[in-house]
């Protein structure tokens, strides 16, 4: 809370410029027992008896939802700096968004994945001096100037071009509206037709699926799977891997390549592989293969089983899984 503390006399002479002046609202508690956070506030109060600051920087008692309504409405910049990686979320800096206000904030939380250059402001990661010195320099530097930097009719263009940006491109992610329509369209709706399927004829549905996942559980520790072989020509990487499925059934389980998100994948990958041909003298074995296109190593990829079943929801209602 305190980082922009960190060197009073330069935010002071920020505070206090004459052509550029700029206010500071500082709000929030501490808990009763919480003497760390009670002296961080101590700190503020200190700063603030400086009869040239107390225009310039004030401190609002019993931060609540009703005070933060108003701050978001109001501020121009919401400033948050959690210390690293102990941010919950940052809903406080999505509530700006719709208000018109711009974020400068760590790179944590939900800042990590919203932030753009051209949205808002970011405090890379670095000790608490690297990124107090960093926190000045974005004030000094880009905040301020854009602020104060008008056409000849008074519009800071810049700025109104940023919220406009942060507006169109983040409040409709950032949202509850989002939040909600997402669950309802993901998993409330699926997980009610599954409800109303197995609940039908008297339960009939539920019952099949109760006995299927007992006899899964029961059978989980037959699977097995051995090595994986992969063949490579014209940019295709074919992958191979035995499967030995014990009492269970090609349709009880899924087979499914999986790799780690690196150099060429922002995200991690799932392939699901096909069942191929019987091994010959095996005991309810089977060849699966998938086609990739060649990148990485193969290395990278490695086999796996999972439950599968019409409706079944993973890992919520069975979690099992078998890797190589």
């Known amino acids: 809370p305190n980082l922009i503390l960190h060197d009073p006399e330069r935010l002071t002479r920020l505070l206090l410029d004459a052509h550029r002046p700029v206010q500071l609202l500082v709000a929030g508690k501490a808990h009763p027992q919480d003497e760390a956070g009670q002296k961080q506030i101590q700190l503020w ?5 400086q009869p040239a600051l107390r225009s310039h920087v004030i401190f609002l008692e019993d931060y609540d939802l009703a005070m933060a309504a108003q701050l978001v409405q109001g501020v121009d910049v919401w400033i948050n700096t959690p210390r690293e990686p102990w941010e919950a979320c940052g809903t406080s800096g999505m509530k700006v968004l719709v208000n018109g206000g711009l974020n400068l904030s760590v790179l944590d939380g939900w800042w990590a994945e919203a932030w753009k250059p051209d949205l808002g402001w970011a405090i890379a990661s670095g000790s608490d001096a690297e990124q107090a010195r960093r926190l000045m320099e974005i004030l000094e530097d880009e905040v301020v100037p854009m602020f104060y930097r008008r056409d000849a009719a008074g519009i800071p263009c810049e700025w109104v071009a940023r919220i406009r940006a942060s507006l169109a491109q983040l409040a409709p992610r950032f949202s509850s509206n989002r939040m909600l329509k997402e669950y ?24 099949a699926f109760c006995a299927w996942a007992h006899h899964l559980r029961r059978s989980w520790d037959g699977l097995r799977l051995g090595s994986m072989r992969a063949v490579e020509a014209e940019g295709v990487r074919r992958f191979h891997v035995d499967a030995y499925l014990g009492e269970l059934e090609p349709d009880d389980i899924e087979v499914q390549l999986y790799a780690d998100a690196g150099p060429f994948h922002a995200e991690s990958r799932c392939h699901r592989m096909a069942c191929g041909q019987p091994i010959p003298g095996s005991l309810n074995g089977y060849v699966y293969a998938v086609e990739l296109p060649v990148e990485g190593a193969t290395s990278d990829y490695t086999p796996r089983i999972i439950p599968h079943r019409e409706g079944l929801r993973l890992p919520q209602e069975l979690a099992l899984i078998r890797w190589l």
């Open 45 to 49: 109060f200190r700063y603030i008896r």
């Open 184 to 207: 309802v369209e993901r998993l409330y709706l699926p997980a009610a037709a599954s409800l109303a399927i197995r609940a039908a004829s008297g339960a009939q549905g539920a019952r």
